[in-house]
């Protein structure tokens, strides 16, 4: 059974940091592309940031320069670094991972940018 477990999100100040982690379970993470989204409320879900099971990684315009994805193959974990949030960063964040077991996605964590 693949599972993808979200942790990390909440609620931060404008300019303030979270740290977003991802647990995979079920699949054999070093061979799987893991990826963060998003959502905010009315809009459609973006690619946040992608790191692929070669160590390759891509992002967002919206977001360059101040996220930073990382993955740890001893753990299965996937890791989203955001720095200078800001209130356009509010959105339910959603690890996926796709791979020769398929595609699957975590329940999604609520990240608030607010003062």
């Known amino acids: 059974q693949v599972q993808l477990v979200e942790s990390g999100g909440g609620l931060v100040q404008p300019g303030g940091s979270l740290r977003l982690s991802c647990a995979a379970s079920g699949i054999v993470f070093r061979l799987n592309v893991m990826e963060w989204y998003r959502q905010a409320p009315g809009k459609q879900r973006e690619l946040v940031a992608s790191?692929?099971?070669?160590?390759?990684?891509r992002y967002a315009d919206s977001v360059k320069g101040r996220f930073t994805i990382s993955r740890d193959n001893t753990k299965s974990m996937v890791y989203l670094e955001m720095n200078s949030l800001n209130p356009e960063d509010t959105a339910v964040y959603s690890c996926y991972t796709g791979g020769p077991q398929g595609s699957y996605w975590g329940q999604g964590i609520q990240v608030t940018v607010s003062s």
């Open positions: 790191a692929s099971s070669g160590g390759s990684t």
